[in-house]
């Protein structure tokens, strides 16, 4: 579309960029989500958040396809970190089902979510890249290669990011293990379920 079709059309340049880039758009969140309809709705969130910030500016966008991708890509990746978490709290959720008349088992089940909830704060605490490419490894099962072509990094940069994710949560899960005993600790869970 050129510049004086969309004029004639009373479209913004904003909206133009859309719709020309729509397809490209669409394609570029692939590289993170897998279902056509989270894509989809991804898609329409990024037209009303860029029009909405096209509308309080003063000047017109310089590099308005540049401003589209990036939106994109953040939510995205907020996405992924709410399916990860609601997944997380899936588990939460079937584990407080379990039968609490049994002693053992109700005391397994304190280890668990205990043990859980370590986790999750160890995965929060992730550097942005590393924490992506452990949830699209250990959460949402893709292979190295796949998380290399979603995030368009190379495959050793992968490798890198998972590895020191994984010493970083063994880590952190050691450390909270020794210095504070699991009766004395209060639950990450419920600190991470209070957040929702």
């Known amino acids: 579309m050129t510049r004086s079709s969309s004029r004639e059309s009373g479209w913004t340049k904003l909206t133009s960029v859309f719709i020309e880039n729509n397809l490209f758009l669409r394609n570029y969140l692939k590289r993170f989500l897998h279902s056509e309809q989270d894509i989809e709705d991804v898609v329409q969130e990024v037209y009303i958040k860029a029009a909405k910030a096209e509308s309080e500016r003063t000047e017109e966008l310089e590099h308005p396809k540049a401003f589209l991708f990036t939106i994109a890509k953040n939510l995205a990746i907020n996405e992924?970190?709410?399916?990860?978490?609601?997944?997380?709290?899936?588990?939460?959720?079937?584990?407080?089902?379990?039968?609490?008349?049994?002693?053992?088992?109700?005391?397994?089940?304190?280890?668990?979510?205990?043990?859980?909830?370590?986790?999750?704060?160890?995965?929060?605490?992730?550097?942005?890249?590393?924490?992506?490419?452990?949830?699209?490894?250990?959460?949402?099962?893709?292979?190295?290669?796949?998380?290399?072509?979603?995030?368009?990094?190379?495959?050793?940069?992968?490798?890198?990011?998972?590895?020191?994710?994984?010493?970083?949560?063994?880590e952190y899960i050691r450390k909270q293990d020794v210095d504070t005993p699991i009766r004395d600790r209060k639950s990450p869970l419920k600190q991470v379920r209070g957040n929702e």
């Open 80 to 170: 992924l970190n709410h399916k990860s978490h609601k997944r997380t709290s899936y588990i939460q959720d079937c584990m407080d089902h379990i039968n609490e008349d049994e002693a053992h088992s109700a005391e397994a089940e304190n280890v668990a979510m205990e043990s859980l909830g370590i986790h999750c704060e160890a995965i929060s605490n992730l550097p942005e890249k590393g924490r992506l490419v452990y949830l699209l490894k250990r959460v949402h099962g893709l292979k190295h290669q796949e998380i290399a072509d979603r995030l368009q990094i190379s495959l050793s940069s992968v490798e890198k990011h998972l590895s020191m994710a994984l010493v970083y949560c063994s």
